[in-house]
């Protein structure tokens, strides 16, 4: 099953958008995020959080959705808790809507919620100009030539990594917190790859 998570980053309205989400049999929006999917034309089928950005004239949008309200006190976000009720749903594939922009600090929460999914479950973060995904194994990025790709170690720790499709190959070499990693560009339409040691944030760049 393919599930859709919307989150209340920014988000633009795209024809590639639209027809991802479209694609969902199941579409979980934490708080904010409701209003991300309304606009791609999307009816969540849960709302969770506690609707703080989401007064009570726009939820009455949304006559579809079963509502999950928590206190405003809690221990977890609205995005982690939305999160956790899609993987109850036993998903294959989350493609995750309205990450970015915004406060800094919920644009890498969105990223600690990309690298908390399981994974045995395909996930990404898509929008209008990239996709985003994270390994600790092996991934494959499909695209186009002169598509940049850019490999984030998620840690101090660093990755070391074998690449293939790329203009600056890498060979069991090892990325830091550093910007060796930023903007290789692909060579032909598919990347693969493959991680030895520690774990990476993917990006690609539409």
């Given at each position: 099953m393919k599930a859709a998570l919307f989150l209340g980053g920014e988000l633009k309205k795209t024809p590639r958008l639209i027809k991802l989400a479209q694609s969902a049999e199941v579409v979980v929006a934490a708080d904010h995020g409701a209003l991300n999917a309304l606009k791609l034309g999307i009816q969540p089928d849960h709302i969770v959080g506690d609707l703080d950005s989401l007064p009570s004239k726009e939820l009455k949008k949304f006559k579809k959705a079963q509502i999950h309200r928590y206190p405003s006190k809690k221990d977890k976000s609205d995005g982690e808790l939305a999160l956790e009720l899609l993987l109850s749903k036993k998903p294959k594939e989350i493609i995750i809507f309205g990450t970015i922009g915004g406060r800094p600090d919920h644009s890498l929460a969105a990223l600690y919620l990309l690298a908390?999914?399981?994974?045995?479950?395909?996930?990404?973060?898509v929008s209008h100009d990239f996709e985003l995904f994270f390994t600790e194994d092996l991934a494959t990025i499909h695209g186009k030539k002169r598509d940049l790709v850019s490999l984030l170690p998620q840690n101090s720790?660093?990755?070391?990594?074998?690449?293939?499709?790329?203009?600056?190959?890498?060979?069991?070499?090892?990325?830091?917190?550093?910007?060796?990693?930023?903007?290789?560009?692909?060579?032909?339409?598919?990347?693969?790859?493959?991680?030895?040691?520690?774990?990476?944030?993917i990006f690609h760049k539409i």
């Open positions: 908390s999914i399981p994974s045995s479950i395909s996930a990404k973060m720790t660093g990755a070391k990594v074998t690449t293939s499709g790329l203009a600056y190959p890498l060979k069991n070499q090892s990325l830091s917190y550093s910007s060796r990693g930023l903007s290789n560009q692909m060579t032909q339409s598919k990347v693969s790859i493959h991680l030895l040691r520690g774990a990476l944030f």
